[in-house]
């Protein structure tokens, strides 16, 4: 199974960051936003990024005005019917997702695969709403996408080995260390670091120690490059909501179960770096 041509639905940071990637290992990529607005805002995002790489001599100026052409915007799902690899990367609902993947089992080729970025979702229900449960998997990209080198190939139980085969194939060819693991909430990555962001949290709510002394004490007693409550405003605490409840869902463990201080400030838009404000001042 040769992919070639990569469709990427989504209007946030992973979207254009998965677009990047893809785009600098060599496949052309037609990146679908909601409006042709975000979708100039996207490629805006990728060209800076790239700028950004050329004023450390990471690649020249020609390398990233030949990434940026294979990179092409739509506001239009019809115009992803030729990709040999569809990778949504939406909003962490499973309705919406549902939706997008029956409309995208009408429109793209037979034969190409329908892949999710989800990081918690259970890939086998998007499988489901499709005629071509075989060819639908998880390829769980980590923010930022061209910077981490995990990708997470999520098998579902409908899906064929050749499948998971050409993402894993992809993964490697994007430059990336793809890790085969089962369809459960969490995977790996996210299985074991949520318990301890929420923890972290938890912490915090308690006053056990004050917000700069918790991530000072995970970044000087652990050696980690960013503290939890750091890692929360980058993820997105609406995001980080979203992981904790399908984890929570699935496993009843209480770990999973958000802080209500973490419940209070995504209600109160209080979102981490996207919106400017979360345990962090971004402003």
Wanted: hydrophobic fraction near 50%; charged fraction near 20%; include cysteine.
């Amino acid at each position: 199974m040769e992919i070639t041509r990569v469709g990427i639905i989504g209007s946030g940071i992973m979207g254009s960051g998965i677009a990047e990637v893809a785009a600098a290992s060599g496949f052309a990529v037609v990146l679908r936003s909601r409006s042709a607005a975000s979708g100039s805002q996207m490629l805006d995002g990728v060209s800076a990024s790239l700028a950004r790489q050329v004023k450390k001599e990471k690649r020249t100026a020609e390398e990233a005005a030949e990434i940026l052409a294979r990179i092409s915007t739509t506001t239009e799902l019809a115009d992803l019917a030729d990709c040999d690899l569809v990778i949504e990367s939406v909003i962490e609902d499973m309705g919406v997702k549902l939706e997008l993947f029956a409309a995208l089992d009408g429109i793209v080729k037979d034969g190409a695969i329908l892949a999710t970025n989800t990081s918690t979702l259970p890939v086998v229900e998007m499988a489901a709403a499709t005629s071509r449960p075989d060819k639908v998997v998880g390829v769980h990209f980590f923010n930022p996408a061209p910077a981490m080198a995990l990708i997470e190939v999520v098998r579902p139980i409908t899906a064929s080995d050749e499948t998971v085969q050409a993402a894993i194939d992809f993964a490697t060819a994007c430059g990336k260390d793809p890790v085969e693991v089962k369809d459960q909430a969490g995977f790996v990555v996210n299985a074991l670091l949520f318990p301890y962001l929420n923890n972290a949290i938890r912490l915090l709510e308690a006053s056990v120690a004050t917000r700069d002394g918790i991530d000072a004490a995970m970044k000087g007693g652990c050696n980690f490059p960013m503290g939890p409550l750091a890692l929360l405003d980058l993820v997105g605490l609406d995001t980080s909501l979203a992981i904790l409840d399908a984890l929570y869902g699935e496993f009843r463990d209480p770990n999973y179960a958000a802080v209500p201080l973490l419940r209070r400030m995504v209600a109160a838009g209080q979102l981490g770096r996207k919106s400017g404000l979360g345990f962090y001042d971004y402003s």
